[in-house]
């Protein structure tokens, strides 16, 4: 069995949300005094996201899992959590995508526990402008972080930054030889119609052909081969062998080659990041669904998924969720 849908795509890449919760509030993401948090009643146990994650690994084909939030690392137990997944069969690549600034004293438990990689969210490199963007004054541990994953062995180190018009637009050249000079692999991502305030417009939207533009202004760039169904399109820099990757959701959508599916904290699938739709396995798991049952359930939201996200067309509706509750 697979997750395939209607348009033939085959869902391999699952994005598991294990909180809601944050400890910045990104002016793109989340207002300063926060959301409301889901329940706790309502969050999938330990026993429940391994349960799930088993079934998408055994019977549905999928062979990478992402931890994402929220902010992952604010999961009590979390390395054990990372730990049992580490020991499901087949074994899944682990991966976890965070703001960082948790990994100094994680990050080798998190490499002993059997994960991966880790994809660090770092928009600038100005301490006045990472507090005036996330509210906290937390970038020298957002950087230490950084250096604790790559000291613990969580490589390619990859950081992702989405750059904001007249905010950190300036930043793509410094940005990019920072990581150089530190071996990270720098994604730039286009700002995305996912914040709680309903504020993105996308005419004030920093496009990837921008970003490129900028960076052709100080480095050469050459475009790596086709990316398949990677989201970023990669370009090495200066002949090499350090990259750049840019991941045009907006204006330049892999769609047609998403493997992706997600599972958000509270038990719903999403088979789009921009779903409007979700299909509820904590329901029906507690009420004693067989693993057969809630793998057919999977299967059916994974059917139904659209041709794109469609936010181009005058019809597009942003998901009553934010990024924080669906998970990146």
Known sequence: ?????SHGRVATDLRVSLTDHCNLRCSYCMPAEGLAWL???EILTDEEIVRLVRIAVSRLGVDEVRLTGGEPTLRPGLVGLVARLARLRPRPQLSMTTNGIALVGMAPALRAAGLDRVNVSLDTLRPGRYQALTRRDRLADAQAGL????AAG???????????????????????RWCLRRGYQLR??????????RSWDRAAMVTGAEILAGLRGEFTLAPLPARGSAPAELFTVDGGPGTVGLVGSVTAPFCAACDRVRLTADGQVRSCLFAREETDLRTPMRAGADDAQLAA????????????????????????????????
């Open 297 to 328: 359930l999977w299967m059916r939201a994974v059917r139904g998924k659209r041709a794109g996200h469609g936010i181009d067309q005058p019809a597009f509706t942003q998901p009553a969720r934010p990024m924080s509750a669906i998970g990146g």
């Open 1 to 5: 069995m697979r997750l395939r849908d």
């Open 188 to 197: 730039f991502i286009e700002q995305m119609p996912l914040d709680p305030q």
């Open 147 to 150: 250096a604790a994953v790559a």
């Open 154 to 176: 969580l490589v390619p180190v990859k950081v992702n930054a989405v750059l904001l018009r007249g905010v950190n637009d300036d930043e793509a050249p410094d940005l990019l």
């Open 39 to 41: 329940p706790r009643a």
